[in-house]
């Protein structure tokens, strides 16, 4: 990883040479760009894993598990845009199938396509947390499980990122909603906790940015309403920290949602649109601007 700061004291993470090694270690250097990191309308599934020993043969010869190792230190190190597609195509990675490997160059291409995406961090900007946080209801076609997704900016620019399957079946979106806040709440506390031991204490409370009003009025409401009774302590741990405004959950338009790139899988424009609002593209210099309704 390359980092650099220039006068202003803004400090620019990149890796731009490790994603040149990656593509000429897997010979994709010269391959065609995509726009997307995963192929459009694609639904990987368990159906799509080797059902012979044939082609369970075939797919070992493949750099599958490798490809994905290297990849996994872009994601979780500059490029918060591939994170959903890694949670993807982690999934069955004990048994990949001819798609899986066909998806993963997708991937691949992208990386080239997207090779000069970088984080710079303002100087002088806010160090406060802002959130953002999103599921997508019985995302999983497999499992039926939500996916999970939250993203926090500091200085303008995403430190913390994440997509993930729920650990269960969520039986309402109210409910898949309310496991996205806990772990978004205990993830923001890491955070400040973090911050006040390095001496840069947080002012409370954090605002979180979410495009589901249900779930926020559920959580300022103190009726412990019938439909969130059986997740009872994922409920009163939400309503706890918001009681302490320790956390404020804000509503967003789902276009204007950062989180929306960590649940599914987007068109291009929308990747772009939402890469370029957390200014991970060098070319195109923009402000982040939340709009509330």
Request: aromatic content about 10%; charged content about 20%; proline content about 4%.
């Amino acid at each position: 990883m390359r980092i650099t700061q220039n006068k202003n004291r803004d400090v620019t993470l990149t890796q731009k040479a490790y994603s040149e090694r990656i593509l000429e270690y897997f010979k994709m250097n010269h391959c065609a760009l995509t726009s997307t990191p995963l192929p459009p309308g694609s639904l990987l599934s368990i159906d799509d894993c080797p059902t012979t020993s044939q082609e369970t043969s075939e797919m070992a010869k493949t750099l599958y598990c490798e490809a994905l190792e290297l990849l996994m230190w872009l994601q979780v190190a500059t490029c918060p845009d591939l994170t959903y597609t890694m949670n993807i195509l982690f999934r069955f990675s004990h048994n990949p199938g001819r798609s899986y490997w066909n998806a993963l160059k997708h991937t691949l291409a992208y990386v080239k396509e997207t090779i000069d995406y970088e984080i710079t961090y303002r100087g002088g900007g806010t160090l406060n947390p802002i959130g953002y946080v999103d599921s997508d209801y019985v995302g999983c076609k497999d499992t039926r499980r939500s996916t999970k997704g939250n993203v926090f900016i500091v200085a303008g620019r995403p430190v913390s990122w994440e997509s993930k399957c729920q650990e269960t079946v969520a039986l309402s979106i109210v409910e898949s909603e309310y496991m996205t806040f806990t772990r978004v709440i205990a993830q923001a506390l890491w955070i400040m906790k973090f911050f006040t031991e390095i001496g840069l204490p947080v002012t409370n409370p954090i605002t979180i940015y979410t495009d589901n009003n249900r779930s926020i009025s559920n959580s300022t409401n103190d009726k412990n309403h019938h439909r969130t009774k059986h997740i009872d302590v994922k409920f009163h741990f939400v309503k706890e920290h918001m009681k302490k405004r320790e956390i404020m959950f804000i509503y967003i338009l789902s276009l204007d949602n950062l989180a929306d790139l960590f649940t599914k899988s987007l068109s291009h424009e929308m990747i772009r649109k939402l890469a370029t609002a957390m200014d991970l593209n060098p070319k195109v210099q923009v402000i982040l601007v939340q709009r509330e309704c």
